[in-house]
């Protein structure tokens, strides 16, 4: 059966007895209840409840010390130690447990609204000399913006060098500008551009700016047939029907003919949903290559091996859908391969497409640099008007395959996390879509020929921008699943 998502919010369920695990009947039990959803309470209820939800959900429920409780002020500091202290190498095992906002969260995960100013930043350096740059603009952004181009880097924010601005009070201004907690408040940003390296100034308004998580589609013409390209940044709910309505667009294309093959560019793409993950995955295959084919699998703690444990049902195996939320069948484009452009910020969901698709023999051709390494999911859990996340399970495709907890790399060969393809540095120069941009450029030069770009010497890669981090929600860098 598929699991729909009705709400944005998986609500804690009471009891009427003892027979479901003891977080249920301690959620909702708060300092601070919301009128008509919550039931007076006390902190120590809050904690009591993240401690049963942990002890029953949490992946590595094992590994987490027993801390007391009593030693957090808030509920939020107290869930923000309730997660394994394990390392492997010098990266922790767990660096994915975080807490988001209900209203906030519920907000953004429906209609795509979140607080902005109209771009994406990408964080390439975060210590001095830092180096934050624009990674995408939003489509149509308003004219406030114009003069604004990708690539564009931070200089200062309401008077602070950004480079080299050091001390408390520097880096409080700072973070305000770069993350602004209300609607229309105004930073003043010094920007340098990436080609012409002259710098102006912007007075900035926060608002709330609703995401396009697909936000281009078009063909282009190679020498023999034509090649479709699609930006999609975000796993919304939103880009159900944006990613449906690009694929009809590319089989429109060419009279009817279609696209030879399919360049997916989600270098940007954090994740989100992972029910719009196993679609996209369906439209690109089509239906003979994943008719009864495992998208992925999920799987839990020792303690829930066959039955799910937030909805109670047996565990399936997650498929390829091919119809919408809606009920309507989605369309399909049925290539055997694909192309994906890839960055540091490519995880979670983004990373199942790439691994669903390899669990059915679709080849996969990386060009760009390796993903962030994120095999694991969660079903949010909002309790007193905070939603947790807390590390559930962990995703593997049709051949048992999840290990890519260091992401998937291009390279030679095509197995494990390696997949065919080229390593190729982000190319702030050009236009994201534009087939002169460096990794767009590469693919389709791969499709002629499987060769890679010459690498830049050591000395000129070192002058290059480094690849970064897009700045986005927590969220939107994760697999989530909804009942």
Same mark, same amino acid.
């Given at each position: 059966?598929?699991?729909?998502?009705?709400?944005?919010?998986?609500?804690?369920?009471?009891?009427?007895?003892?027979?479901?695990?003891?977080?249920?009947?301690?959620?909702?039990?708060?300092?601070?209840?919301?009128?008509?959803?919550?039931?007076?309470?006390?902190?120590?209820?809050?904690?009591?409840?993240?401690?049963?939800?942990?002890?029953?959900?949490?992946?590595?429920?094992?590994?987490?010390?027993?801390?007391?409780?009593?030693?957090?002020?808030?509920?939020?500091?107290?869930?923000?130690?309730?997660?394994?202290?394990?390392?492997?190498?010098?990266?922790?095992?767990?660096?994915?447990?975080?807490?988001?906002?209900?209203?906030?969260?519920?907000?953004?995960?429906?209609?795509?609204?979140?607080?902005?100013?109209?771009?994406?930043?990408?964080?390439?350096?975060?210590?001095?000399?830092?180096?934050?740059?624009?990674?995408?603009?939003?489509?149509?952004?308003?004219?406030?913006?114009?003069?604004?181009?990708?690539?564009?880097?931070?200089?200062?924010?309401?008077?602070?060098?950004?480079?080299?601005?050091?001390?408390?009070?520097?880096?409080?201004?700072?973070?305000?500008?770069?993350?602004?907690?209300?609607?229309?408040?105004?930073?003043?940003?010094?920007?340098?551009?990436?080609?012409?390296?002259?710098?102006?100034?912007?007075?900035?308004?926060?608002?709330?700016?609703?995401?396009?998580?697909?936000?281009?589609?078009?063909?282009?013409?190679?020498?023999?047939?034509?090649?479709?390209?699609?930006?999609?940044?975000?796993?919304?709910?939103?880009?159900?029907?944006?990613?449906?309505?690009?694929?009809?667009?590319?089989?429109?294309? =060419? /009279?009817?003919? #279609? $696209?030879?093959?399919?360049?997916?560019? %989600?270098?940007?793409?954090?994740? &989100?949903?992972? +029910?719009?993950?196993?679609?996209?995955?369906?439209?690109?295959?089509?239906?003979?290559?994943?008719?009864?084919?495992?998208?992925?699998?999920?799987?839990?703690?020792?303690?829930?091996?066959?039955?799910?444990?937030?909805?109670?049902?047996?565990?399936?195996?997650?498929?390829?859908?091919?119809?919408?939320?809606?009920?309507?069948?989605?369309?399909?484009?049925?290539?055997?391969?694909?192309?994906?452009?890839?960055?540091?910020?490519?995880?979670?969901?983004?990373?199942?497409?790439? =691994? /669903?698709?390899? #669990? $059915?023999?679709?080849?996969?051709?990386? %060009?760009?640099?390796?993903?962030? &390494?994120?095999? +694991?999911?969660?079903?949010?859990?909002?309790?007193?008007?905070?939603?947790?996340?807390?590390?559930?399970?962990?995703?593997?495709?049709?051949?048992?395959?999840?290990?890519?907890?260091?992401?998937?790399?291009?390279?030679?060969?095509?197995?494990?996390?390696?997949?065919?393809?080229?390593?190729?540095?982000?190319?702030?120069?050009?236009?994201?879509?534009?087939?002169?941009?460096?990794?767009?450029?590469?693919?389709?030069?791969?499709?002629?020929?499987?060769?890679?770009?010459?690498?830049?010497?050591?000395?000129?890669?070192?002058?290059?921008?480094?690849?970064?981090?897009?700045?986005?929600?927590?969220?939107?860098?994760?697999?989530?699943?909804?009942?």
């Amino acid at each position: 059966m598929r699991w729909i998502p009705i709400a944005a919010v998986i609500l804690v369920l009471t009891s009427c007895g003892s027979d479901g695990p003891p977080w249920r009947d301690l959620g909702g039990i708060c300092a601070t209840p919301r009128a008509g959803i919550d039931r007076q309470g006390t902190l120590d209820d809050e904690k009591k409840f993240l401690r049963a939800w942990t002890d029953d959900l949490y992946l590595w429920y094992s590994e987490v010390p027993a801390y007391d409780p009593a030693g957090f002020p808030t509920a939020i500091a107290y869930f923000d130690v309730l997660m394994t202290p394990v390392t492997i190498g010098t990266q922790p095992k767990d660096r994915f447990h975080f807490t988001y906002d209900t209203a906030a969260w519920e907000r953004f995960s429906k209609s795509g609204q979140d607080l902005g100013y109209g771009f994406t930043w990408e964080a390439l350096h975060t210590s001095p000399p830092r180096e934050y740059r624009v990674a995408y603009l939003e489509p149509n952004p308003p004219a406030t913006l114009n003069g604004i181009r990708r690539g564009a880097r931070i200089m200062s924010i309401d008077g602070v060098d950004m480079v080299n601005g050091t001390g408390q009070a520097s880096l409080d201004t700072l973070n305000a500008g770069l993350f602004p907690k209300t609607v229309g408040e105004k930073h003043i940003f010094v920007l340098e551009d990436f080609a012409t390296k002259a710098s102006q100034s912007f007075e900035l308004t926060s608002k709330d700016v609703i995401t396009n998580p697909v936000p281009d589609v078009h063909t282009i013409q190679a020498v023999a047939d034509s090649v479709g390209y699609i930006q999609f940044t975000d796993h919304l709910a939103t880009a159900e029907k944006g990613l449906a309505d690009a694929v009809n667009t590319l089989n429109a294309a =060419n /009279g009817g003919a #279609g $696209v030879k093959d399919l360049i997916l560019d %989600i270098r940007y793409n954090g994740g &989100g949903y992972l +029910y719009i993950a196993s679609e996209l995955a369906y439209m690109i295959a089509g239906p003979t290559r994943t008719s009864g084919q495992v998208f992925e699998r999920l799987q839990f703690n020792d303690k829930h091996p066959s039955i799910d444990p937030v909805t109670g049902q047996r565990l399936t195996p997650t498929p390829f859908y091919n119809t919408a939320t809606t009920g309507l069948a989605l369309p399909s484009l049925g290539l055997g391969r694909v192309f994906v452009l890839t960055g540091g910020s490519t995880c979670s969901a983004s990373e199942s497409i790439i =691994n /669903g698709l390899k #669990g $059915v023999n679709v080849q996969v051709i990386q %060009i760009g640099e390796t993903t962030c &390494g994120k095999p +694991y999911g969660f079903y949010p859990q909002d309790n007193c008007g905070t939603t947790y996340f807390s590390i559930q399970f962990k995703g593997t495709n049709a051949q048992g395959f999840g290990d890519y907890s260091n992401g998937f790399s291009p390279g030679t060969a095509a197995g494990g996390s390696t997949l065919l393809g080229c390593q190729v540095a982000d190319d702030f120069g050009h236009e994201l879509g534009d087939s002169a941009e460096g990794r767009l450029a590469a693919a389709l030069a791969y499709r002629d020929s499987p060769t890679c770009p010459a690498q830049p010497t050591r000395a000129l890669r070192a002058a290059l921008p480094q690849e970064g981090i897009v700045l986005k929600s927590p969220w939107r860098q994760n697999r989530i699943v909804l009942p």
